[in-house]
Structure formats: C-alpha cells, structure tokens
C-alpha cells in the first residue's frame, strides 16, 4: 500500500494550492483520510481529517481557508488551500487508516510535498 501526494509549491500570500493524495495497492477498506504539516523547527500538526462517512475537522488556523473533500472510488484525498498565508508554509504529508489485503487497520503515510508561501 502507497499513498503518492502531489501539488504542493510556491505561492504568493493570498494565493491557492490544491493537494491531492491517492492510495494505490491491495486495499480492502480506507477509514480516515487526512493532511498534516511540519514546518521547519515544529511538531507535525494536524490540518484536516475526513472519515469514510465524509464527516470533516480542521485546525482551527485553516478553517474557513482550506477545504478537505474526498473521493472514495479513487482512494485520494485532496486539499483545496485558500488565502494562503506565509505561517501555512510547511511539508504537507497525507495520511490514512488503510485496511490492506491480509492484515488489519493501519495508519500510512505520503511521502510529504512542500508547501510556500512567500512574497
């Protein structure tokens, strides 16, 4: 199982971004299905989670900014990034509560895709 994130960049304050994120591999069932980000010198933080019933939560720092949307057929996960401030500059990672063939619910992890934003 393998979750490949893309989308991030540099973007000037007040711009958008749009990350996306795809589970591919032997999969029975995805549960929840989220973004994080750790910016340099900080804790990785959570910024959005949605569950399998499409029920969301956010940092309270993107809320009202960032929206999280899910497609289940896909397996992906997308984050859609408004009015990007300089503070949301961070390494965005996906992550997900994956039932592979063969085993049990397990947390996964993407590979992490930059995110700036500056002037």
């Known amino acids: 199982v393998q979750l490949q994130a893309s989308g991030g960049g540099l973007v000037q304050p007040g711009g958008s971004l749009r990350l996306s994120c795809a589970a591919s591999?032997?999969?029975?069932?995805?549960?929840?299905m989220g973004w994080y980000r750790q910016a340099p010198g900080k804790q990785r933080e959570l910024v959005a989670m949605t569950t399998s019933g499409l029920s969301t939560n956010y940092a309270d720092s993107v809320k009202g900014r960032f929206t999280i949307s899910r497609d289940n057929a896909e397996k992906s996960v997308y984050l859609q990034m408004n009015n990007l401030k300089p503070e949301d500059t961070a390494v965005y990672y996906c992550n997900a509560n994956i039932w592979p063939v063969g085993s049990h619910y397990q947390n996964y992890w993407g590979q992490g895709t930059q995110v700036t934003v500056s002037s």
């Open positions: 591999g032997s999969i029975i069932g995805i549960n929840t």
